[in-house]
Nanobody, 125 residues
Framework: QVQLVESGGGLVQAGGSLRLSCAAS????????MGWFRQAPGKEREFVAV????????IYADSVKGRFTISRDNAKNMVYLQMSSLKPEETAVYYC??????????????????WGQGTQVTVSS
């Protein structure tokens, strides 16, 4: 089992940057595919990015390609989401999620086993 805790959210102006972090507990972190999702008020939770166990493969939602970067440090049990050129419509609660023995094909909410509590990102115009 793994527990996830996100941090790094906050208020940023449009065009600005933020780096989200996700700290994971457990000794088997390296066996988990890690994803970032977001949920805006009144909308469904949506996929943002996913990274493979070893960090050598990443997939992004089309809307964030070229602006967001997902990375991980298995020695520290950490996953990161570097976000740049943020837009007001990207205001949402951002969640990290874990899927054991998954692949980077895992982009649906239902595919993930564990979730963090989320961190609020607010982008002002």
């Amino acid at each position: 089992q793994v527990q996830l805790v996100e941090s790094g959210g906050g208020l940023v102006q449009a065009g600005g940057s933020l780096r989200l972090s996700c700290a994971a507990s457990g000794r088997t972190f390296g066996s988990y595919v890690m994803g970032w999702f977001r949920q805006a008020p009144g909308k469904e939770r949506e996929f943002v990015a996913v990274i493979s166990w070893r960090g050598d493969r990443t997939i992004y939602a089309d809307s964030v390609k070229g602006r967001f970067t997902i990375s991980r440090d298995n020695a520290k049990n950490m996953v990161y989401l570097q976000m740049s050129s943020l837009k007001p419509e990207e205001t949402a609660v951002y969640y990290c999620a874990a899927k054991q023995w998954g692949t980077v094909a895992a982009r649906r909410v239902s595919e993930y086993d564990y979730w963090g509590q989320g961190t609020q990102v607010t982008v002002s115009s």
